[in-house]
């Protein structure tokens, strides 16, 4: 449910880009409506770099609650802004609370999924990404012609009084945090409640309490050591461009469609169907990924992302666009799902929470650049095929790079 809201309030700003430009009151232009879409995921860079920090003081659970707080009440002060400026800050700020919501949910789901239902487990969680994105669409779809866009950033607000309670009561901590804080009794008995297998989860280094900062310089010397550091350098890279067309594609999807001809609900269609496209696509790839393994299958997921965005550039059917479109979901939101599983399961697990941040450290600057990046191409009106071309292009190094990753340097223990 964190990530529905995540998925919400991030894909709601592509929903609303027609309507924003549309606002005469604020004089939005193709590039600056860009960057505006950049400034929440800048956010969330500072945001995730600000929780690997805290987590190792406070906890995966504290750090949840505070992310969840954090993000509504921007939310509704988005919804609130009285001018451009002051929008911009707040999605900003939003970002903030957004970018502690991811690393914490694949941590911990990954943690109290069984080992080899992992990268199913991670894509279910996940796909709550794609949902909010769909809740968004559907929403404006619905709303934008009656009502002012300001009511879909208002939605965001609820999770302040609807998820927190219950993550507040129901989330349990941690079993490598308690276990690296020394409180091992307490690790083990929610291994026990949950049917987790303790050793599973932490190893006899982990479970020796020490400062965060040594773990962390730990973690880091294993991810950048002889075996690991290609691997490392890798993931970045293609989490940066997953991330590239995760955020590009949900800005800009309406808008390009509007440059093509389409209407603005059948614009927004688009994004509903490419969000609907990652749901399905994700945990079916995922589950094949459990079996086959998930190298085959992310490389796979990005050659189909390339394939169809290219054909998107075609004056082919509505009906054709729309399948080519659910595939593009599949290659862009499903295939960083299935990346960041690669990465959670690649690393022994001591190094599993810092191999994530530093992954999704540098996609966040991929996800910063694919706003950007539609927003100067739409400026420079070269026309709407190149938005295409250009997304293709990085889905295509995106395959190539996954395909290069290495075996581990050890086989993980089963």
């Not at 609303?16 to 193709?30: H, I, N």
């Not at 589950?287 to 992302?305: C, L, N």
């Not at 966040?364 to 927003?375: E, S």
Request: aromatic share 10%.
């Amino acid at each position: 449910m964190a990530i529905v809201f995540d998925g919400y309030d991030l894909v709601v700003y592509g929903s609303t880009v027609p309507s924003l430009l549309a606002y005469k009151e604020w004089g939005l232009t193709p590039a600056s409506a860009g960057t505006i879409g950049s400034l929440a995921l800048v956010g969330m860079l500072v945001g995730t770099l600000f929780v690997g920090a805290l987590t190792d003081v406070l906890g995966r659970r504290k750090i949840m609650m505070l992310s969840i707080a954090w993000f509504s009440v921007f939310m509704l002060l988005t919804a609130l802004s009285p001018s451009v400026e002051m929008f911009g800050l707040f999605r900003f700020l939003t970002g903030l609370g957004l970018g502690g919501i991811v690393p914490t949910c694949v941590a911990m789901t990954v943690e109290f999924a069984p080992k080899a239902r992992r990268q199913i487990a991670n894509a279910v969680m996940y796909s709550g990404y794609s949902v909010g994105g769909v809740i968004a669409a559907i929403f404006a779809i619905m709303a934008l012609p009656q009502l002012d866009f300001r009511w879909l950033y208002a939605v965001g607000a609820l999770p302040l009084v609807t998820l927190l309670p219950i993550v507040y009561f129901m989330l349990p901590e941690s079993v490598a945090f308690l276990a690296s804080k020394g409180r091992t009794a307490e690790a083990k008995a929610t291994a026990e409640t949950y049917g987790l297998v303790y050793s599973d989860i932490v190893t006899e280094a982990d479970a020796t309490p020490d400062d965060a900062p040594a773990q962390k310089l730990a973690a880091l010397k294993t991810l950048f050591s002889h075996g690991w550091i290609m691997a490392t350098v890798l993931f970045a890279i293609a989490s940066f461009c997953g991330l590239l067309l995760v955020y590009g594609l949900n800005t800009w999807l309406p808008q390009i469609m509007r440059s093509a001809g389409y209407e603005l609900g059948s614009s927004l269609t688009f994004l509903l169907v490419l969000n609907a496209g990652a749901i399905v696509g994700a945990i079916g790839a995922s589950y094949i990924a459990d079996r086959i393994g998930v190298k085959k299958v992310v490389t796979a997921s990005f050659i189909i992302a390339c394939v169809s965005i290219a054909l998107l550039s075609l004056g082919l059917p509505y009906g054709v666009l729309l399948v080519l479109v659910a595939f593009a979901g599949l290659g862009s939101v499903g295939t960083q799902i299935l990346v960041n599983g690669f990465v959670a399961t690649h690393y022994p697990q001591s190094a599993t929470a810092t191999a994530l941040g530093w992954s999704l450290g540098i996609g966040r600057l991929g996800a910063i650049c694919g706003p950007l990046i539609g927003g100067y191409i739409a400026s420079i009106a070269l026309g709407f095929q190149i938005n295409f071309y250009a997304f293709a292009a990085f889905a295509i190094i995106g395959a190539l790079v996954i395909a290069s990753v290495p075996r581990p340097k050890t086989p993980l223990k089963k």
